[in-house]
């Protein structure tokens, strides 16, 4: 199995090159699209984010309500680090779970905000 980190700023094209990979036969796991499925309703992940931050997180149908959460969260580094203390995990562990249903010989590309930032890069064979 080759792993490769994908990166990149908002805008650079990490979608196209995804789609491209995966024309070719990559598995992609998508980081982001991982993060708010461990969030939607019904959720452990959402149930520790309501635990965490109080039910005026959830709109009225019981999904996360992204925008009052970054406006709690993105105000206050502590609470930025409680919020990423929930999700990062739940990522981290469905993704190492897609991760090894790939086949063996797979080349499984990670689509990882903040990749080099947050020191994961050593995980990967190759970071693009």
Do not use: Q, W
Not at 6 to 27: N, P, Y
Not at 61 to 68: F, W
Not at 80 to 88: D, R, T
Not at 99 to 128: C, K, R
């Amino acid at each position: 199995m080759l792993k490769v980190g994908l990166t990149g700023g908002i805008g650079a094209g990490k979608s196209e090159v995804s789609r491209l990979l995966v024309e070719h036969g990559a598995v992609l796991i998508d980081a982001d699209r991982i993060a708010r499925e461990v969030v939607a309703p019904g959720t452990p992940g959402l149930a520790a984010v309501v635990a965490a931050f109080g039910e005026d997180v959830l709109t009225e149908d019981g999904t996360l309500d992204r925008p009052k959460l970054g406006s709690i969260v993105f105000a206050d580094p502590d609470r930025l680090a409680v919020l990423n203390g929930i999700v990062h995990p739940l990522v981290g562990e469905r993704s190492r779970a897609l991760e090894e249903a790939a086949a063996e010989d797979a080349v499984v590309v990670h689509d990882v905000p903040l990749l080099t930032e947050n020191g994961l890069a050593p995980l990967y064979d190759l970071v693009v």
